[in-house]
């Protein structure tokens, strides 16, 4: 059975998350044996204008300073700002600019190659899309997308193309974008985000001057509505002995996204380097079947 691998996310690198902080968490990743980085054009997406690509600015020099050559990068391109617009451009021509420049900055650690957002529906537009994907194929990189409005065009364009796509979708208790890929459905193709929706905490004492969930502009004084719904659930969980017990809202969220259908990895935002060893850690029971009972009973609360 395929199980869900592990991809540090960068969305907040250069926003909450420092660079020194940044090149923590990746030090313990990869010390950790874990290779696979996610990164985008428009992070971090905190509408500061002067720190458009800073993230990615920070991965490479993390990858410069180590000279390390086996990292996965997988990059989502097509924006054209870090304001939260979906201002992009998926043209051709630009697609293969951009693919020129990160190949020239990532060289070999370069991995995937995804398009962000596309809320098009114009088949021919689309169709020129993936023949600058087409080109990234030929180079040895795995073809992705995210946040795409007309799944199905991209679905019967591709019968031609035969891309095996990676997809990222938001999928955590509270939301899931699993649906509306169902022309997808039936593969191991699914990366996960948004795990801990933001990042929801079970106790509002757990929430920090730096809380991404505060960042975002989400409300941090009060309780999330579904922490009053997920405490039975548990504490049903937690009267099994015979493994750690479920702790935090990542615990939750982690379990939810392993044992979901279709799904290759998990994106972690962790923003410390404790909770990256937590989520590791936790990541390893999940992956011994510890969980399965819990699961169950957070599918039916999703
Ligand atoms: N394709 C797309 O359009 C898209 C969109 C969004 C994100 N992404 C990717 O997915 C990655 C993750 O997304 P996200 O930031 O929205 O994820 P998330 O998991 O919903 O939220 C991350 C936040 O959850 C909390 N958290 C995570 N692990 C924890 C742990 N072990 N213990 C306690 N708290 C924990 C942290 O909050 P605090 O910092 O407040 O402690 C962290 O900043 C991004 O970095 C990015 O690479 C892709």
Request: proline share 3%; net charge negative; glycine share 6%.
């Amino acid at each position: 059975m395929n199980q869900p691998q592990l991809i540090l996310g960068t969305a907040m690198w250069g926003w909450t998350c420092p660079k020194e902080q940044c090149f923590e968490l990746l030090d313990t990743f990869y010390q950790e044996g874990f290779r696979e980085v996610d990164a985008a054009t428009n992070y971090p997406l905190n509408g500061n204008t002067d720190q458009f690509r800073l993230s990615e600015n920070i991965l490479k020099e993390w990858i410069d300073t180590h000279g390390v050559r086996d990292l996965k990068v997988m990059i989502k391109v097509g924006s054209l700002t870090n304001v939260r617009t979906p201002e992009n451009n998926l043209t051709k021509s630009f697609l293969l600019m951009m693919l020129d420049e990160y190949r020239f900055l990532f060289g070999e650690s370069l991995d995937t190659y995804m398009i962000h957002w596309d809320n098009r529906d114009n088949k021919t537009e689309i169709q020129e899309s993936l023949e600058a994907m087409q080109i990234a194929a030929e180079h040895g990189l795995r073809i992705g997308l995210s946040g795409i409005k007309h799944p199905k065009i991209y679905q019967a364009l591709n019968q031609d193309f035969g891309f095996d796509f990676r997809i990222q979708i938001k999928h955590n208790l509270l939301q899931s974008a699993y649906a509306h890929y169902a022309p997808f459905h039936g593969q191991t193709r699914f990366i996960t985000y948004g795990i801990n929706a933001g990042g929801i905490k079970l106790d509002i004492s757990e929430y920090h001057e730096q809380s991404s969930l505060k960042a975002r502009g989400g409300n941090v004084e009060a309780e999330a509505p579904i922490v009053a719904k997920l405490r039975p659930i548990i504490a049903q969980a937690n009267k099994r002995t015979d493994r750690p017990q479920i702790t935090n809202f990542n615990h939750c969220g982690m379990t939810y996204a392993f044992h979901s259908p279709d799904i290759s990895g998990i994106l972690l935002g962790t923003s410390r380097t404790t909770q990256l060893q937590q989520s590791i850690t936790f990541y390893r029971l999940l992956k011994q079947g510890m969980y399965f009972d819990f699961y169950d009973q957070l599918k039916d609360l999703a």
